[in-house]
Nanobody
């Protein structure tokens, strides 16, 4: 039984920063990896960043150098620090957790809007 709850979204000016949080009802140690995805209206969901249980990270090309994913296992929380935000970053951001099996869990999303 796992639930993921995102928070931290909102409206920000271009060039600004936001930090998203994803709180898991279960331990983040139960997962092979956790990730952030995003989806803009009319667009397919795209991978933003991943972090493995060993701490390795990967980023989508569009956010590399601007976003940082991190995880606090003691708090069962994964974060996405977003800097130098652009209007094209506007989307609903979803937390994803990959279980040790093939099962994946999703949060309900948090809206990020970047104004010009």
């Amino acid at each position: 039984q796992v639930q993921l709850v995102e928070s931290g979204g909102g409206l920000v000016q271009a060039g600004g920063s936001l930090r998203l949080s994803c709180a898991a009802s279960g331990s983040t140690l139960w997962f092979r990896a956790m990730a952030w995805y995003r989806q803009a209206p009319g667009k397919q969901r795209e991978l933003v960043a991943t972090i493995s249980n060993g701490g390795s990270t990967n980023y989508g090309d569009s956010v590399k150098g601007r976003f940082t994913i991190s995880r606090d296992n003691a708090k069962n929380t994964v974060y996405l620090q977003m800097n130098s935000l652009k209007p094209e970053d506007t989307a609903v951001y979803y937390c994803n957790a990959q279980a040790l099996t093939t099962r994946a869990y999703w949060g309900q999303g948090t809206q990020v809007t970047v104004s010009s």
